[in-house]
């Protein structure tokens, strides 16, 4: 489904933010890549969703090759893929329902069914008596979870979570995290990127390990140590 092979990136001022990067992730896998601030864990998001291309080396997602991808086509690519980010980027003059429902609007899917996926992927997340309230009026993790909401109202192969928890205290970090793996258990793909070692060690699941630009380890059911 995912493939890294041999991918680099470099910047303008001569610095190595990836360094011979390789790994796959495939369908339905719950994968987490971690490593401490700067390692290059936000790198490998920014180029998996074509924010940035690499400097050397392929990266596929399906049918995408990513190095080739169009600008025109970028749309494409990303209605397979569902973004959560650690700052929540929730719209502040919508609503939780308007802020869900936007994605679909922009799409031009019919209002009926934009109410009956809004509606459905609330109750999945938790929060289904939340879709008047406004952002200022939620909690953290209520933020987050509407976030998740967003991401998933799409219906998407891959769920990206960068840095999801890092705002928020231990009892929401595990709510999340909870809901990330039932939607895993769903079917959908899921990669966390974090340098949270308990949240990494409490999920048992495979840990891709980036240090200083490079992969130093690809484990199954891991535990996270640098």
Same mark, same amino acid.
């Given at each position: 489904?995912?493939?890294?092979?041999?991918?680099?990136?470099?910047?303008?001022?001569?610095?190595?933010?990836?360094k011979?990067?390789?790994?796959?992730?495939?369908?339905?896998?719950?994968?987490?890549?971690?490593?401490?601030?700067?390692?290059?864990?936000s790198?490998?998001?920014?180029?998996?969703?074509?924010?940035?291309?690499p400097?050397?080396?392929?990266?596929?997602?399906?049918?995408y090759?990513i190095?080739k991808?169009?600008?025109?086509?970028?749309?494409?690519?990303?209605?397979?893929?569902?973004?959560?980010f650690?700052?929540?980027?929730?719209?502040?003059?919508?609503?939780?329902?308007?802020? +869900?429902?936007? @994605?679909?609007?922009?799409?031009? =899917?019919?209002?009926?069914? !934009?109410? $009956?996926?809004?509606?459905?992927v &609330? /109750?999945?997340?938790?929060?289904?008596?939340?879709?008047?309230?406004?952002?200022?009026?939620?909690?953290g993790?209520?933020?987050?979870? +509407?976030a998740i @909401?967003?991401?998933?109202?799409? =219906?998407p192969?891959?769920? !990206?979570? $960068?840095?999801?928890?890092?705002? &928020? /205290?231990?009892?929401?970090?595990?709510?999340?995290?909870?809901?990330?793996?039932?939607?895993?258990?769903?079917?959908?793909?899921?990669?966390l990127?974090?340098?949270?070692?308990?949240?990494?060690?409490?999920?048992?699941?495979?840990?891709?390990?980036?240090?200083?630009?490079?992969?130093?380890?690809?484990?199954e059911?891991?535990?996270?140590?640098?």
């Amino acid at each position: 489904m995912i493939h890294f092979q041999n991918v680099s990136k470099s910047y303008g001022d001569g610095s190595d933010s990836l360094k011979d990067v390789t790994f796959s992730i495939n369908p339905k896998e719950f994968v987490s890549i971690v490593g401490l601030s700067g390692a290059g864990k936000s790198t490998i998001v920014k180029l998996l969703i074509a924010e940035e291309r690499p400097t050397k080396g392929r990266i596929t997602f399906a049918q995408y090759d990513i190095n080739k991808l169009k600008e025109k086509d970028l749309p494409k690519l990303r209605r397979h893929m569902g973004l959560v980010f650690q700052d929540f980027k929730l719209l502040p003059t919508k609503n939780v329902h308007e802020n +869900v429902a936007f @994605a679909l609007e922009v799409a031009g =899917r019919p209002e009926e069914e !934009i109410n $009956d996926l809004v509606m459905e992927v &609330l /109750d999945l997340v938790g929060i289904p008596d939340k879709g008047k309230s406004f952002v200022h009026q939620l909690s953290g993790g209520e933020k987050q979870r +509407v976030a998740i @909401a967003r991401a998933m109202v799409n =219906r998407p192969d891959v769920i !990206i979570a $960068d840095e999801p928890t890092s705002n &928020l /205290d231990s009892v929401n970090t595990a709510g999340i995290i909870n809901l990330l793996k039932k939607i895993n258990e769903m079917g959908t793909t899921v990669i966390l990127a974090t340098h949270n070692e308990d949240t990494v060690n409490d999920l048992k699941r495979r840990v891709i390990t980036i240090q200083d630009g490079r992969l130093i380890r690809d484990e199954e059911s891991s535990k996270y140590h640098l």
